[in-house]
């Protein structure tokens, strides 16, 4: 089984966007795996900074929560994150 690594470094504002459509399906190939789990903890910040509620953000890094909860809320964050990015506020991916 082949391992996808969407990322090298921390996002970067170039390519936030396609990051994140890599890490969704790196998710969809391999679920929440270990991978998937340290990129996910970068999200935090561009998350919260974008206006997500702490509580979703909290529910896509627990691993507890169940999957489809999990992957509501990617998708959810991941709106959010490219909406702020589109308006111009690129301090959210600043590394």
Same mark, same amino acid.
């Given at each position: 089984?082949?391992? =996808?690594?969407?990322?090298?470094?921390?996002?970067?504002l170039h390519?936030?966007?396609?990051? %994140?459509?890599?890490? !969704?399906?790196? =998710?969809?190939?391999?679920?929440?795996?270990?991978?998937?789990?340290?990129? %996910?903890?970068?999200?935090?910040?561009?998350?919260?900074?974008?206006?997500?509620?702490?509580?979703?953000?909290?529910?896509?890094?627990?691993?507890?929560?169940?999957?489809?909860?999990?992957?509501?809320?990617?998708?959810? =964050? !991941?709106? %959010? =994150?490219?909406?702020? %990015?589109?308006?111009?506020?690129?301090? !959210?991916? !600043?590394?």
């Amino acid at each position: 089984m082949d391992i =996808i690594r969407p990322y090298r470094d921390l996002m970067t504002l170039h390519d936030t966007f396609s990051q %994140l459509d890599l890490l !969704a399906g790196h =998710i969809d190939r391999f679920g929440y795996d270990d991978v998937a789990q340290q990129y %996910l903890r970068q999200l935090r910040r561009p998350a919260m900074e974008a206006g997500v509620p702490q509580p979703m953000v909290d529910l896509l890094t627990d691993t507890a929560t169940p999957t489809p909860v999990r992957n509501r809320a990617f998708g959810h =964050i !991941a709106s %959010l =994150i490219a909406r702020h %990015l589109r308006r111009g506020d690129h301090s !959210a991916c !600043a590394a």
